[in-house]
């Protein structure tokens, strides 16, 4: 049990990732790091969850920002 305790993305649902992501960078941040559509046009955390579950790719992008946003948060 004890890397799960290291790991930031066990437990975390898609959406509490975009939220933490968006209130640590803001929209405009998050579309600069990670420039997909959903966060630079219009966005919403329900768009954005809606193509981030459809785009493989996309996902594995907001879950390394997470990772390392996590990371540096903690010193790490």
Not at 5 to 27: F, R, S
Request: aromatic fraction near 10%; hydrophobic fraction near 35%.
């Amino acid at each position: 049990m004890a890397p799960q305790q290291n790991d930031p993305l066990h437990g975390a649902t898609l959406q509490h990732i975009v939220e933490c992501l968006v209130d640590y960078h803001g929209w405009d941040g998050l579309g600069r790091l990670i420039p997909i559509r959903c966060f630079t046009h219009d966005p919403s955390v329900s768009s954005s969850l809606k193509f981030l579950r459809r785009t493989p790719w996309a996902r594995e992008k907001v879950e390394a920002l997470y990772v390392e946003t996590w990371r540096r948060s903690r010193g790490l």
